[in-house]
């Protein structure tokens, strides 16, 4: 009889000390992650693949010299900035390049040192992405007044435009509206035609952060903390994207 009692006790305390364990492991991750998209925490296990590609590159410069400023530079900062966050978002991130070089070398088509570093681009985004993102500068020297950040995609990519929504409204909120307070200025998507966008064959964007030959924007391109920001707003965008 003692002897019975004692079972029952044993196992009633082993089912109570179990359940305390549950509880205490669902509080540790409501507490861990309440900050967290919920995507995000799936995809800490799925770790999708991000091909991030910082446009232009040693001798291409891109836009922007007569400003002192060289697009290349810009472009790699920021996509740097856009690694770390997504990196810290737990996704796997592959950079077409994360030094100031061009990309030609890499290819081993017969054609001209710009189509080579285009075609290098593809490939690597291709072989290792599931959604990529080039990052890029504006230019409009007809139109020093247009400005914003503009962010194209492929017209026949539903997915690449649910991405470039998504990212547009993550830049409208983090950047234009609470960064920058502006309400007259805002992201738009825009579909194109552009070789990276048109020869990929994942959904992916091409982001022009700003227009370098606009003054407002250029003084933005100069900050670091609006950098950061871009960078934030893009990853969060990304985050959003997975998440619906
Ligand atoms: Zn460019």
């Known amino acids: ?80 900035k856009l690694k770390k ?49 080039s990052i890029h500068v504006d230019a409009n020297p007809d139109s020093i007044k247009t400005r914003g950040v503009k962010i194209y995609y492929y017209p026949t990519s539903t997915e690449s435009k649910r ?14 509206k609470s960064f920058l307070n502006m309400n007259n200025t805002k992201a738009v998507i825009v579909p194109d035609d552009f070789y990276v966008l048109r020869e990929t064959q994942i959904p992916g964007v091409l982001i022009e952060i700003g227009f370098i030959t606009n003054p407002e924007d250029r003084k933005l391109l100069r900050s670091e903390k609006y950098k950061a920001k871009i960078a934030q707003a893009i990853c969060n965008g990304i985050v959003k994207y997975f998440k619906e």
């Open 85 to 133: 966050s997504l990196i810290g978002k737990n996704f796997n991130v592959i950079m077409t390049r994360d030094k100031d070089v061009s990309l030609e070398e890499k290819s081993d088509i017969k054609a001209s040192r710009y189509l080579k570093d285009l075609d290098a681009r593809k490939s690597m985004i291709n072989n290792n992405g599931d959604i990529f993102t």
């Open 1 to 80: 009889m003692l002897k019975r009692y004692v079972f029952i006790t044993i196992k009633i305390n082993k089912k109570l000390f179990f359940s305390c364990i549950l509880f205490i492991c669902m509080i540790c991750f409501f507490v861990t992650w309440k900050d967290e998209p919920l995507a995000t925490v799936f995809h800490s296990s799925i770790r999708s693949k991000i091909v991030i590609d910082p446009g232009h590159g040693g001798i291409d410069g891109g836009t922007g010299e007569n400003f002192g400023l060289l697009e290349k530079n810009i472009n790699l900062k920021v996509s740097l």
């Open 163 to 176: 991405l470039a929504q998504s990212i547009c409204t993550s830049i409208n909120n983090t950047v234009y």
